[in-house]
Every structure is written in C-alpha cells, then in structure tokens.
Nanobody, 117 residues
C-alpha cells in the first residue's frame, strides 16, 4: 500500500507557473492526471522509476515538465505558460506508468490548480 499526497497547487495568472509535488515510496512509475469540473480525468504526464522515460499529453508539451528525485521519494510537475483551460484538480498516481488510468494502482487526493485570465 502506497500513500500519495500532492502539494503546490494554487491560484495563478495566465502565463504564470506552478510546481506540483508528490511523494510515494517504492519502485513505481509515476503519472500526473487532471480533472476539470464536469469533465473526465485526463492524462497529463508520466515518468518511469528511473526517470529516463517520459511521456506527455499533447496539450502540455513544451509547457510542462515531469521529473523525480527518488532519494526524496518525490515526483514533480513544473507547469509553465499556464492557461485558463489548465484549471483542474491535479492528481499524482503510482503504478506501471503510461497514459492509461488503469495502469496505476495508487492515487493521491489531488491539488487544485486555478488559472485566471
């Protein structure tokens, strides 16, 4: 059993930046997902345990960066050039990795990101 907690969300102006953090022990790939009100949860980014394999959703390429520090059991999502449509609850997840929710066994409680125009 793995417990995940996200942090770093908040309110930011369009074009601004936020850095989300999540902790999780164990040899897991990690992913970030998000869910806006009234919408399905969607994939954002994923990273292998080794940190050498990364994949991003098309809508965040060039703006978001996923990284991890296994010595700290931490995964990060650096979000730059934020847009109002990025507003959502962001979740980190641990599991096999990739873009499918079904590949992840453990989920954090989420952190709210709100981007104002």
């Amino acid at each position: 059993q793995v417990q995940l907690v996200e942090s770093g969300g908040g309110l930011v102006q369009a074009g601004g930046s936020l850095r989300l953090s999540c902790t999780a022990s164990g040899r897991y790939a990690m992913g970030w997902f998000r869910q806006a009100p009234g919408k399905e949860r969607e994939f954002v980014a994923t990273i292998a345990w080794s940190g050498d394999r990364l994949y991003y959703a098309d809508f965040v390429k060039g703006r978001f960066t996923i990284s991890r520090d296994n010595a700290k059991n931490a995964v990060y999502l650096q979000m730059n050039s934020l847009k109002p449509e990025d507003t959502a609850v962001y979740y980190c997840a641990a599991g096999l990795g990739g873009s499918l929710q079904s590949a992840y066994d453990y989920w954090g409680q989420g952190t709210q990101v709100t981007v104002s125009s």
